[in-house]
């Protein structure tokens, strides 16, 4: 099989599985009236993506998001051809990921919390990263630009740089976790564009009302996510010694 097609593979299936347990996580919080919670909901972004990782990283590199492929860009790791191969491969498997959950939870009856899967999916907007009203689109941005920054140097230090510890994508993972426990009642702590346009288009009519705000999805996690891949490649990662 030819290498990129193998890459964007892995890309699509990883970034599927983060967003069809991610996003899943959220449904069922709502449908069932809170069980899992917000330890619940990070806690499977963050196992998910931990295996997500690490079964793609030998192939892939195991990016799962636009915003480490664009820091892998931004830092000249990888190609503008394969970078866009990995951009579309994620955002069609989480778009995928969130036209099947769509189907799932539209057919599902009432939950613990007597309501529809129908209505669980209308009450979290399909799990769609969103900030609502409670801060302005700016500050928005802002918050999701740290998290992704903290994320991407997360990667770089556990697996881009050399010297990284062999632990697979346990500390990505974490990251992603503890991130969503600060940001998630926030701005839905996305970090990730293709998680949030996923179950966006997945939603159809009922995500419509938030696509005023899905550029602020694109705009802070690529910001904080080149960002940290220039700090890191600038101050940080190890230059070999000229001969």
Same mark, same amino acid.
């Given at each position: 099989?030819?290498?990129?097609?193998?890459?964007?593979?892995?890309?699509?299936?990883?970034?599927?599985?983060?967003?069809?347990?991610?996003?899943?996580? +959220?449904?069922? $919080?709502?449908?069932?009236?809170?069980?899992?919670?917000?330890?619940?909901?990070?806690?499977?972004?963050?196992?998910?993506?931990?295996? =997500?990782?690490?079964?793609?990283?030998?192939?892939?590199?195991?990016?799962?998001?636009?915003?480490?492929?664009?820091?892998?860009?931004?830092?000249?790791?990888?190609?503008?051809?394969?970078? +866009?191969?990995?951009?579309?491969?994620?955002?069609?498997?989480?778009?995928?990921?969130?036209?099947?959950?769509?189907?799932?939870?539209?057919?599902?009856?009432?939950?613990?919390?007597?309501?529809?899967? =129908?209505?669980?999916?209308? $009450?979290?907007?399909?799990?769609?990263? $969103?900030?609502? $009203?409670?801060?302005?689109?700016?500050?928005?941005?802002?918050?999701?630009? +740290?998290?992704?920054?903290?994320?991407?140097?997360?990667?770089?230090?556990?697996?881009?740089?050399?010297?990284?510890?062999?632990?697979?994508?346990?500390?990505?993972?974490?990251?992603?976790?503890?991130?969503?426990?600060?940001?998630?009642?926030?701005?839905?702590?996305?970090?990730?564009?293709?998680?949030?346009?996923?179950?966006?288009?997945?939603?159809?009519?009922?995500?419509?009302?938030?696509?005023?705000?899905?550029?602020?999805?694109?705009?802070?996690?690529?910001?904080?996510?080149?960002?940290?891949?220039?700090?890191?490649?600038?101050?940080?990662?190890?230059?070999?010694?000229?001969?």
């Amino acid at each position: 099989m030819n290498a990129q097609v193998r890459n964007i593979t892995c890309e699509l299936i990883a970034t599927f599985a983060l967003t069809f347990v991610g996003a899943g996580a +959220i449904l069922v $919080n709502a449908w069932t009236g809170g069980e899992p919670g917000l330890v619940g909901i990070a806690l499977a972004h963050g196992i998910i993506l931990s295996i =997500a990782v690490s079964a793609t990283m030998n192939i892939s590199g195991g990016h799962v998001n636009p915003a480490v492929t664009m820091g892998l860009l931004a830092t000249g790791r990888i190609k503008p051809g394969a970078a +866009i191969g990995y951009i579309v491969g994620q955002c069609a498997g989480a778009t995928i990921a969130g036209v099947l959950l769509a189907m799932i939870f539209r057919s599902l009856g009432a939950g613990g919390a007597e309501i529809s899967g =129908a209505q669980a999916m209308a $009450n979290s907007m399909l799990g769609t990263p $969103n900030f609502g $009203n409670q801060i302005s689109a700016g500050m928005a941005v802002w918050v999701e630009a +740290i998290l992704t920054f903290l994320l991407v140097f997360a990667v770089f230090g556990t697996a881009v740089d050399p010297r990284a510890p062999k632990i697979g994508g346990f500390g990505i993972g974490l990251t992603v976790g503890v991130d969503i426990l600060m940001g998630g009642p926030i701005t839905g702590a996305a970090m990730n564009p293709a998680r949030t346009i996923g179950t966006l288009l997945g939603g159809g009519s009922v995500t419509s009302a938030l696509w005023s705000q899905h550029w602020v999805y694109w705009v802070g996690p690529v910001v904080g996510g080149v960002a940290a891949a220039w700090v890191y490649e600038a101050l940080i990662m190890q230059r070999q010694t000229p001969r």
